[in-house]
Structures are given as C-alpha cells and as structure tokens.
C-alpha cells in the first residue's frame, strides 16, 4: 500500500525515501495509519477506498475529480468516507464529486450543479438547492414530491384530487407544486383543526433508516412522508393500512412548470 499511495510522486521524479515518507503522512491524515505494509489485496471497500484517496492526494493536485466514489460501498464503509471526503476540505484543492445521490451532494458539496439529459438545469449552494429546486426533474431527485397540476386561484388540481395552497405568485395555468415529505402529517382518525387539506389513504411502503421512517403513500396522492419512528408506531398500521394524511395549505410551494 504504502508503494502504492507513493506511486505518482515516483512518477514525478521524487526519490524513493521522500515518495515513501509523503506516502506515509498522508495515510496518517486520512486515518490510514495502520495500512502502508499492508496488501492492497487484503483491504476492504472501506480500506481501498481510504488508500485511494491518499494516492490522490500525495501528489497535492489542485483539483480531484471523484466520480461516484461512494456507489460500491457498504454502509458503514460509505460512512467513513463521506466523513473523510467532508474533512478533506483545502482552499488550495477544488473537489468535484460526481454522484446520482441527493444525499451526498446535499451534505458534501459547497455548491451543486444539477445536470439533466446533458444540460446543466440549476446551480446552487445546497439550502437554494433544497428551498427552491427550478423543475420537476430537480424536485423529484431532491425526494421533494413534485407534483404537476392546474392552477386557478388558491385551488391545485391534480386529476385525481384538489389541494388548497397559500400565498404564491404563480399565475393560474400549469404549474408544479412541492409537498416536501417532512410536511404532511399521518393520523390513524381523520384529524381536526387547521390543515385545509386532508385525505384518506393507504401506506404502500415503509423504509426505516437514518432516525426517520420514510412512508410511500397510495392513492388518490402518491407522494413519500417522513415521520419520526415513534410518530409512525402511533398509526398502530402496517403497509396497506388505511390512515388519513394532512397537510397545511402554507407548505405546499406552487411555481410555474
């Protein structure tokens, strides 16, 4: 390993001791102490990946360029480069991170470019990113609910239901509505009180992780909730259990499509 990580300074010329020695601080830095006598055969996804990191960086480059560099590893392994890639932060170094996952580019970059069907769509620090995502297309990779309907006044008609909105400054005709998952409520009885929208309907999907319970609803809106574990044992229900869903008219967003 240690080799290895030294490999493109010995291609640019630098001695073998110095190559070895830079080697070596890096992996220090990188949390790969341990791995300069090791066999690269022998390291795990994790391991290879720290390894790979430090042959990048051993040679100080002023930019690097990580295309999908967390997709083939498991979840713990994935945990520690994400942290290792977040501490790697150099006014001197520009990173590029090519990633299909939301989540990375949310919690990773500085600012995300958002590509679709080869054109570049948005561009954003991640919170303009997340509040005002530019189309469906940003949406919907975003986990955000995009939703296509018709306008008229305070009133989203979606084909199969209608839900009131609050204030906007979209004109009436097509536009795309953002219900964001962590805006609708569940209740097991139909609930009382403020939500103007309100709506009966089944649970498709459950998916526990990450401290969150995230709901795949059916029909008449099929759209994802997120719920706090305790808050989804409440509805006492199981997938394609029936529960009543709400949301307030304020939280859903209405731009023009």
Same mark, same amino acid.
């Given at each position: 390993?240690?080799?290895?990580?030294?490999?493109?300074?010995?291609?640019?010329?630098?001695?073998?001791?110095?190559?070895?020695?830079?080697? *070596?601080?890096?992996? =220090?830095?990188?949390?790969?102490?341990?791995?300069?006598?090791?066999?690269?055969?022998?390291?795990?996804?994790?391991?290879?990946?720290? %390894?790979?990191i430090a042959r990048a960086l051993a040679t100080e480059p002023s930019v690097m360029l990580f295309d999908e560099p967390f997709a083939a590893l498991d979840a713990s392994a994935r945990a520690h480069a994400r942290r290792l890639f977040s501490s790697m932060r150099s006014?001197?170094?520009?990173?590029?991170?090519?990633?299909? =996952?939301?989540?990375?580019?949310?919690?990773?970059?500085?600012?995300?470019?958002?590509?679709? +069907?080869?054109?570049?769509? *948005?561009?954003?620090?991640?919170?303009?990113?997340?509040?005002?995502?530019?189309?469906?297309?940003?949406? !919907?990779?975003?986990? $955000?609910?995009?939703? +296509?309907? *018709?306008?008229?006044?305070?009133?989203?008609? $979606?084909?199969?239901?209608?839900?009131?909105?609050?204030?906007?400054?979209? =004109? =009436?005709?097509?536009?795309?509505?953002?219900?964001?998952?962590?805006?609708?409520? $569940?209740?097991? !009885?139909?609930? !009382?009180?403020?939500?103007?929208?309100?709506?009966?309907?089944?649970?498709?999907?459950?998916?526990?992780?990450?401290?969150? %319970?995230?709901?795949?609803?059916?029909?008449?809106?099929?759209?994802?909730?997120?719920?706090?574990?305790?808050?989804?044992?409440?509805?006492?229900?199981?997938?394609?259990?029936?529960?009543?869903?709400?949301?307030?008219?304020? !939280?859903? %967003?209405? *731009?023009?499509?």
């Amino acid at each position: 390993v240690g080799d290895n990580v030294a490999f493109g300074l010995r291609a640019r010329g630098v001695r073998r001791r110095r190559a070895r020695e830079r080697a *070596q601080e890096v992996l =220090d830095v990188v949390g790969g102490r341990d791995l300069s006598e090791r066999m690269p055969s022998s390291l795990s996804g994790g391991e290879a990946q720290t %390894v790979a990191i430090a042959r990048a960086l051993a040679t100080e480059p002023s930019v690097m360029l990580f295309d999908e560099p967390f997709a083939a590893l498991d979840a713990s392994a994935r945990a520690h480069a994400r942290r290792l890639f977040s501490s790697m932060r150099s006014p001197s170094t520009a990173r590029l991170i090519v990633t299909h =996952d939301a989540v990375e580019a949310l919690t990773l970059a500085d600012r995300i470019v958002v590509v679709e +069907s080869g054109s570049v769509v *948005q561009i954003g620090t991640p919170s303009e990113v997340l509040a005002t995502p530019r189309s469906h297309f940003v949406a !919907e990779i975003l986990g $955000l609910n995009p939703l +296509s309907g *018709q306008l008229r006044g305070d009133e989203l008609s $979606l084909g199969t239901m209608s839900l009131t909105v609050g204030a906007h400054g979209a =004109d =009436d005709g097509d536009v795309i509505a953002i219900v964001r998952p962590r805006s609708v409520s $569940l209740h097991r !009885e139909r609930p !009382e009180g403020s939500p103007r929208n309100v709506w009966q309907t089944t649970i498709d999907a459950v998916d526990r992780s990450d401290g969150r %319970v995230r709901v795949q609803l059916g029909t008449p809106l099929p759209i994802a909730v997120e719920v706090t574990p305790a808050g989804f044992d409440a509805l006492a229900t199981e997938p394609d259990g029936e529960v009543w869903a709400s949301v307030k008219a304020s !939280e859903i %967003v209405v *731009q023009p499509a």
